[in-house]
């Protein structure tokens, strides 16, 4: 509990500040050209949202008396469940796109410029949020509000069913995909042949960096929940197996609220244009409020010599 109190901030303040940053260098224009910078701009907002809707308001009904919305009231409860799988599971889909785009991009670059671009990836944007509402939507009629808390119907068929098919489309497959499209994509570097276009490297390494450091993250949370489903009831009524449970789903859940945090750390070790363009932007602001500062000094010793003035014509007046 003190550890959970304490530290979750910590990454929910780190988290926040890093993804605004990563927000602000991909939004300008020479990093938004690329497809790469919509995926990483739309990632940085999906793990802000994760961060705040998730992590955040679970936070605050630790350490107040108010209770988390989905406890509130049975429509508030289902609303709740379709909104944390829409914000937690949207992000997992855009590095499979992105690393895709990557695996194109370094292993069939004669199809790089067909693919490879910020239209396909709006288009896989748009896809990735349809399918994920899709397979999202049965939380609306598989939870209620029971005894003050948002609860699974257990025992409906169509939530076991259902849960296994999301689970599949929504962590496993996915999970899968990458470790293979990240081992292809290794391999693909190791083979290709050095060229001049340092910026889709560094796009290239940023990319395989963030998807390599989610699956580390990730897993062991996905092995969690596999035991949870897997194990049988008589296994629940072990309070050592119960408290050895609650151990790994808490260092499970932590590891994966680090994955919402390490965008601009690997954005900022593996990309040199990243970190060129943070150095302008940093420059930028510090050049407006230089601006700004002298504008504002420059007004107060006009005001200030236009009273003097106005002192001195009384006094001549006067004399």
């Given amino acids: 509990m003190d550890i959970y109190v304490y530290i979750l901030p910590v990454f929910i303040v780190t988290g926040t500040i890093g993804n605004v940053l990563t927000m602000a260098v991909y939004y300008r224009k020479p990093q938004r050209s690329?497809?790469?910078?919509?995926y990483l701009f739309v990632y940085s907002i999906e793990n802000t949202l994760i961060l705040f809707l998730v992590y955040?308001?679970?936070w605050i009904a630790q350490v107040t008396p108010y209770p988390e919305a989905e406890n509130l009231?049975?429509?508030?409860?289902?609303?709740?469940q379709y909104t944390y799988r829409m914000v937690m599971h949207c992000g997992i889909w855009i590095l499979v796109s992105m690393t895709l785009d990557r695996y194109i991009y370094v292993c069939h670059p004669h199809r790089a410029t067909d693919f490879c671009k910020v239209f396909?990836?709006?288009?896989a944007l748009i896809l990735i949020v349809i399918g994920v509402t899709v397979v999202s939507i049965h939380a609306m009629w598989t939870y209620e509000l029971r005894d003050g808390h948002c609860l699974p119907?257990?025992?409906s068929l169509h939530y076991v069913i259902w849960n296994w098919f999301s689970a599949s489309c929504l962590s496993f497959v996915p999970l899968l995909l990458l470790f293979v499209l990240d081992m292809l994509l290794v391999v693909g570097l190791c083979t290709r042949r050095s060229g001049t276009d340092n910026i889709g490297t560094d796009l290239t390494?940023?990319?395989l960096g963030l998807s390599l450091i989610y699956l580390i993250l990730a897993l062991p949370a996905t092995i969690v929940n596999i035991i949870y489903y897997i194990m049988p009831g008589s296994s629940f009524a072990n309070a050592d197996f119960i408290q050895g449970l609650k151990h790994a789903t808490s260092v499970s859940n932590f590891m994966s609220c680090g994955n919402q945090t390490v965008i601009f750390i690997v954005c900022v070790t593996f990309s040199s244009s990243f970190r060129l363009e943070l150095k302008k932007l940093i420059l930028c602001c510090r050049s407006k409020n230089d601006k700004t500062v002298s504008s504002e000094l420059t007004l107060l010793?006009?005001?200030?010599?236009?009273?003097v003035e106005h002192?001195?014509?009384?006094n001549e007046t006067r004399v």
């Fill in 120 to 123: 396909t990836s709006k288009a």
């Fill in 73 to 80: 009231s049975d429509w508030g409860c289902r609303v709740a």
């Fill in 205 to 207: 390494n940023t990319v």
């Fill in 56 to 58: 955040g308001s679970s």
């Fill in 153 to 155: 119907l257990l025992q």
């Fill in 301 to 307: 010793t006009t005001i200030k010599d236009v009273h």
């Fill in 311 to 314: 002192l001195s014509n009384d």
């Fill in 34 to 38: 690329f497809s790469i910078g919509l």
